[in-house]
């Protein structure tokens, strides 16, 4: 084989290789931090928890990663007693 021949097939593989290759994900994390909790009673703490902990798992099943390039490291949301969704 000459080297134009291995240099062609070189290139050919390459390509195959970057067509066929699955792009590289970082994780999805959604961090939900409830914030200052004094401001609920328990039951209401222990219902927020658990609704926050499933919206959590809810959303990272669907959001599976981010695209290649993609900096960030994930999404913080806090919620406070009186917001809107601290009320509901």
């Not at 084989?1 to 999805?28: K, N």
């Not at 409830?34 to 809810?58: D, K, R």
């Amino acid at each position: 084989m000459s080297r134009s021949s291995v240099a062609q097939c070189a290139t050919m593989l390459a390509l195959i290789v970057s067509v066929f290759a699955q792009p590289v994900r970082a994780e999805f994390d959604l961090a939900i931090t409830i914030s200052p909790t004094t401001g609920f009673n328990a039951t209401q703490l222990s219902i927020l928890q658990e609704s926050v902990a499933t919206a959590a798992a809810e959303w990272e099943s669907y959001i599976t990663g981010y695209q290649p390039g993609i900096s960030l490291t994930g999404i913080s949301i806090t919620v406070s007693a009186g917001s809107a969704f601290g009320d509901a």
